[in-house]
């Protein structure tokens, strides 16, 4: 099982103590990352634009942020309270 999956997925990612590791192990579209044609392992940094054939992803941190100013767990204000 784990060979079919590697001949219709012949690229990924990999995850290791230091970070994100891309990788193509011989894709007919090719792999590429911020534009550049992957050929060896190369590590993947948050903000970085990665595309497998015709689909691309942006990689973005582990840990999602809330906007400037607001907590995640903020409730409805005064104004939000009912009569």
Not at 47 to 67: C, H, N
């Amino acid at each position: 099982m784990r060979f079919a999956a590697r001949r219709q997925f012949p690229n990924g990612m990999i995850r290791r103590e230091d970070g994100w590791v891309l990788s193509d192990l011989g894709s007919h579209n090719g792999t590429r990352l911020n534009g550049w044609l992957v050929r060896e392992a190369v590590r993947v940094r948050a903000g970085d634009r990665v595309e497998f054939g015709s689909m691309a992803f942006i990689i973005q941190d582990d840990q999602p942020t809330a906007p400037a100013g607001q907590q995640e767990d903020e409730g409805p204000g005064p104004a939000d309270a009912g009569p």
